[in-house]
């Protein structure tokens, strides 16, 4: 199955440098999955056209530096995909931003959350599981960066992953094809301390702190991706 990463974003520097582009920690995540995806990258963020999306097997749009509310050319075109994909149910995945983008475009309200940074490590409760994650535990421990959230989800979503911090951390949709996570499963802990410590100056020092000491908390990201491996394989 190949996997079609729609890139809304890229690492800056110096943290491309060092964990190289953001691509590639999404095939990393679905490689240690054994499930032999392929991949392919569309940089919209960059004016590469989109593909069709009925003519796709599987999409996965990624986190972004920019917020939904903002004014970017790609955009609005990328609403658009995001619905041609629901209604032709090609299996979809969003994270971070995918995951704000989408209920964005499906009619639910995505702004800067009055909460402030979430970073680090965070635990959110499972509040339904669809078949891909029946053996999910009580709660699961992934890595997040944001200030925007899903303020108010879609009709079409229900919320699968909450916590007071981030209320609709996680929706699964209506059609059976169309999945996002507000955390992100595609992060190493290297990489989310990296991140963590890049937002002093904008987050406070106590949000960093407590961020970096979230991430000796176990993680739950393999587990995470084994589910979302099993979406895109069941859809």
């Known amino acids: 199955m190949k996997l079609t990463i ?3 974003g890229e690492l800056g520097q110096p943290l491309l440098n060092r964990f190289g582009p953001y691509a590639r920690m999404f095939e990393r995540m679905f490689d ?4 032999g995806f392929s991949y392919e990258a569309v940089r919209v963020f960059e004016g590469e056209p989109f593909p ?4 796709l097997e599987g999409i996965v749009i990624t986190g972004s530096a920019a917020g939904v509310y903002e004014d970017h050319a790609w955009l609005e075109p990328l609403r658009r995909f995001i619905r041609g994909a629901y209604a ?3 299996p979809m995945l969003g994270v971070c931003f995918g995951h704000q983008i989408m209920a964005d475009a499906l009619g639910g309200d995505v702004r800067k959350s009055d909460k402030g940074w979430g970073l680090g490590r965070h635990t959110y409760g499972v509040t339904h599981r669809p078949g891909y ?3 999910a535990p009580a709660a699961l421990s992934i890595a997040c960066s944001h200030q925007d959230q899903v303020i108010v989800p879609p009709a079409e979503a229900e919320v699968i992953l909450a916590s007071d911090f981030t209320p609709n951390a996680g929706l699964v949709y209506r059609n059976g094809a ?3 996570f507000q955390p992100h ?7 989310t301390l990296a991140l963590a410590e890049m937002r002093r100056g904008k987050a406070s020092d106590d949000v960093v702190e407590t961020a970096l000491a979230s991430v000796a908390t176990p993680s ?3 587990d995470v991706a084994g589910y979302i491996a099993q979406f895109f394989k069941n859809c």
Not at 32 to 35: I, L, N, P, S
Not at 52 to 55: E, T
């Open 32 to 35: 240690a999955t054994g499930q």
């Open 185 to 191: 499963p595609e992060f190493l802990d290297d990489y």
């Open 133 to 135: 994650m029946s053996a």
């Open 88 to 90: 032709d149910r090609t």
């Open 220 to 222: 739950h990201s393999a």
């Open 178 to 180: 169309a999945l996002s």
């Open 52 to 55: 069709d999306a009925g003519a």
């Open 6 to 8: 729609i890139q809304t």
